[in-house]
């Protein structure tokens, strides 16, 4: 597969590329640093309304590093998807682009809300 000059001589595709790099990586850096900074071995990772009482699941450090692998997913997944769709349309690339900022940034949240739980 022959890479287009185009995509990465496109401003607006490497200013969303720029940013969604960043995100992964400033998520990532800031889960770590709170599992190192927590004292338990245990985090809550899930929310179940319909349980009731006990809708708040734990689970371990190697639960809560999957909040990293999925940014690094999005990040791939979404830079390829709109590598190909930019033969296509310029506008669904960054469109494409700009629905992973929003993924990530939910990441960020959904992460920190859960991690601060303990």
Same mark, same amino acid.
Do not use: C, E
């Given at each position: 597969?022959?890479?287009?000059?185009?995509?990465?001589?496109?401003?607006?595709?490497? +200013?969303? =590329?720029?940013?969604? #790099?960043?995100? !992964?990586? #400033?998520?990532?850096?800031?889960? =770590?640093?709170? +599992?190192? &900074?927590?004292?338990?071995?245990?985090?809550?990772?899930?929310?179940?309304?319909?349980?009731?009482?006990? !809708?708040?699941?734990?689970?371990?450090? #190697?639960?809560?590093? @999957?909040?990293?692998?999925?940014? !690094? $997913?999005? +990040? /791939? &997944?979404? /830079?390829?998807?709109?590598?190909?769709?930019?033969?296509?349309?310029?506008? =669904? #690339?960054?469109?494409? +682009? @700009?629905?992973?900022? $929003?993924? $990530?940034?939910? &990441?960020?949240?959904?992460?920190? !809300?859960? $991690?601060?739980?303990?």
């Amino acid at each position: 597969m022959v890479l287009p000059k185009k995509y990465y001589h496109d401003h607006m595709v490497l +200013l969303l =590329l720029s940013i969604n #790099a960043f995100l !992964a990586l #400033a998520g990532s850096i800031f889960i =770590l640093l709170k +599992l190192a &900074t927590s004292h338990g071995n245990s985090y809550f990772l899930w929310f179940r309304p319909s349980l009731g009482v006990d !809708a708040y699941k734990s689970g371990g450090v #190697a639960d809560s590093l @999957s909040f990293i692998v999925f940014a !690094a $997913l999005v +990040l /791939v &997944t979404h /830079v390829m998807l709109s590598l190909r769709a930019y033969r296509i349309n310029r506008q =669904l #690339a960054i469109t494409i +682009l @700009s629905l992973g900022i $929003l993924l $990530l940034i939910l &990441t960020i949240i959904v992460s920190n !809300a859960l $991690l601060v739980l303990r």
